[in-house]
């Protein structure tokens, strides 16, 4: 059987992009009757959006980990956090899938580690889709979504979200169960 889809390719990266990437996504997600959403977001800004737009679904905002930038520190603010969990969303503030200790081996030692290696493979595609693929796993291992199903993963490429897929999650340590079904948005350009 073949079966035809639409993908949404925008001609730039951006914030620009977030709305109607959140269009596209639920109604994919409803169109396959996926409940569980995840969505990128360092300050909460994107989150915020999509906890009101995505209400009524498994919502996980997942954020930079504590320390991504600065020591001892998270970029989202606790009011932020706190908006997202009052309309339904949640957070989840853990260490990056593809970072951890491959990226202390790049910083003490200058070379990559295959976290990093799959983390610029990924990017291929565009940082969203890393970052996708990224966010799924993380979601799985810190038992955010149940792993019985699909998901729509929305992630950008810094702010914004302007990539959307659809994933069969699976757990880091079986990384290479995980699968990307579906695109469903992403640019053409980086």
Not at 56 to 61: A, F, P, S
Not at 73 to 100: C, S, W, Y
Request: charged share 25%.
């Amino acid at each position: 059987m073949t079966v035809e889809k639409t993908v949404v390719y925008f001609d730039r990266v951006g914030e620009e992009n977030t709305g109607r990437t959140f269009e596209v996504a639920k109604r994919r997600a409803d169109e396959l009757g996926i409940k569980d959403i995840l969505v990128a977001s360092t300050r909460g800004t994107v989150g915020l959006k999509a906890a009101e737009f995505f209400r009524g679904y498994n919502l996980v905002v997942v954020a930079h980990s504590t320390g991504f930038r600065e020591s001892g520190k998270n970029e989202m603010p606790d009011e932020v956090q706190g908006k997202i969990r009052a309309v339904g969303g949640k957070v989840l503030i853990t260490g990056h899938a593809f970072a951890g200790v491959s990226r202390a081996i790049n910083r003490k030692f200058n070379t990559l580690g295959p976290a990093e290696l799959v983390a610029n493979v990924l990017r291929l595609f565009g940082q969203g889709m890393k970052v996708c693929v990224e966010i799924t796993y993380m979601a799985a291992d810190s038992g955010m979504i149940p792993m019985t199903g699909d998901v729509v993963a929305i992630a950008g490429a810094g702010r914004g979200a302007d990539t959307a897929v659809v994933i069969k999650p699976a757990h880091l340590n079986d990384m290479f169960d995980l699968y990307v079904k579906e695109i469903i948005a992403k640019p053409t350009t980086r």
